[in-house]
Structures are given as structure tokens and as C-alpha cells.
């Protein structure tokens, strides 16, 4: 029987980067948008508050960008201050390298397996999908998912019982198959 479990955000992650005013090393992204205008070239930043001190940070998205060159819905987006696109910026690989900041998803995130139904089936296949490629270790959705210890999932990987394509130790953000047989 094929399951499907997602792994969905609860909230926006922490930012990690260093607070200019205290040096605490963690942001949480307002989900506001500061939008500036210098004759025709426009600057755009994602403000961020210290979890600390309270203090704004900027968190660079567009920078000397001609108006023309920005599509009008993105521009909307941005005025209208839309948590969507504050989830999409924070993941977006350029802006984290551009602002030299990492997320750290840590209690941001659940797991859905829509139901226990499947706790008593002797083999289960299950596909899990990462809705916004956090971070997670497989072994701790399964133990999560199964009712089990996260020692109990890595004896059955031993046994041969827990078997996927795609390797279970360590963090996968992406979307990955198991099966289990018990």
C-alpha cells in the first residue's frame, strides 16, 4: 500500500546571520518588504528583526534594478508585503548567498501522514514530499511517522526491513521512498 507523508512548514524558519547591533546569531524575517527609489533604479529589501535585541536588519533582494526590468506582479508582491514571496526569498539560494545568511528550520516544520491507518499493514511503501525542501532527517520522519524510537528505525535499516533508493542517514531536503517491512 502507497502512502504519502509531506513535510510541511509550520512557520517561517530562523535566519542565521549576525545581528550588527548585538551579535546574536538569530532573524526572524517580518515578512515586510522596504522598497526604495532612487530616480528610475529601485533597491529592495526583506526587513528581519533580531530575536535578541529587536533590532531591523536588511536583507537584500534587488539591488539598482531599473523599474522596466521588474515584472509588475512581483512589484505588487512586494508592496503588498506577501508572506508567500517572504518564504520564497528566504529559500532562494541566490538571496542566501548574496546575504550571507543560512535557515535554520528548527520546530518550523510537521509532518502529515494523513492518519495511523497504516500502522498495522506488514509492508508499506511511502513517498514523502519535502513542500518547501527543509532540511530533515529521514530516519527521524520515519521514527515520527512509524511510532517508533529513531533507534528502533536505524536497527530496522540494519535488519534490511526499512529499504530506499536514497540515502536515510543524514539530512535530505528533497523529496525521497522507503519501504518498510515489518
Known sequence: MLKNWAVVPTCLPIVRRRCHA??????????KFRVNANHKLLDVWLLAL????????KLTVLER????????????????NDPGLTAELLQDPAVQHQNRFALDWTDAWRLDTGGSDHLDLDVIDVAV???????VRPTR????????SRGEVDR????????SAFRLSGKLSGDFTFTLKR
Do not use: F, Y
Open 22 to 31: 548585538c551579535a546574536s546569531q538569530r532573524l526572524r524575517a517580518s515578512g
Open 50 to 57: 533580531c530575536t535578541a535585541c529587536g533590532e531591523t536588519a
Open 141 to 148: 520522519l520515519i521514527a515520527e511517522g512509524c511510532g517508533v
Open 65 to 80: 534594478m531599473t523599474v522596466r526590468s521588474i515584472p509588475p506582479e512581483l512589484l505588487d508582491r512586494l508592496h503588498a
Open 129 to 135: 514530499r519535502n513542500a518547501a525542501r527543509i532540511p
Open 156 to 163: 530496522l535499516i540494519a535488519e534490511g526491513k526499512i529499504v
